[in-house]
Nanobody, 120 residues
Framework: QVHVVESGGGLVQPGGSLTLSCAASGRIFYMNAMGWYRQAPGKQREVVAVITGGGSTNYAGSVKGRFTISRANAKNTVLLQMNSLKPEDTAVYYC??????????????WGQGTQVTVSS
């Protein structure tokens, strides 16, 4: 079993910055990818940014140039640095871990979500 925990959400003014952190722990053999998704009220969950086990990154067009996903020093931990935040970035942000367990099975694991609110 893999446990995923996010932190770092909160209230920020437009144009401000915020950093989210996500840590995955448990019986992990290999982390194929970790990513951030978000869901605004009344909308579907959408991908924000993903980093693969090899270090490749991909971003949604709406956040490219403003958000940066990176690995932290701690194993299986990723950060999402969010700059120039806009009200439309307001959403619950979820961390996803695409992990292969010690039993050889590959699964998606989700955190509980952290609220990001951009408002003056």
């Amino acid at each position: 079993q893999v446990h995923v925990v996010e932190s770092g959400g909160g209230l920020v003014q437009p144009g401000g910055s915020l950093t989210l952190s996500c840590a995955a722990s448990g019986r992990i053999f290999y982390m194929n990818a970790m990513g951030w998704y978000r869901q605004a009220p009344g909308k579907q969950r959408e991908v924000v940014a993903v980093i693969t086990g090899g270090g490749s990154t991909n971003y949604a067009g709406s956040v490219k140039g403003r958000f940066t996903i990176s690995r932290a020093n701690a194993k299986n931990t990723v950060l999402l640095q969010m700059n120039s935040l806009k009200p439309e970035d307001t959403a619950v942000y979820y961390c996803n871990a695409d992990a292969t367990g010690l039993d050889g099975h590959r699964n998606d694991y989700w955190g509980q979500g952290t609220q990001v609110t951009v408002s003056s």
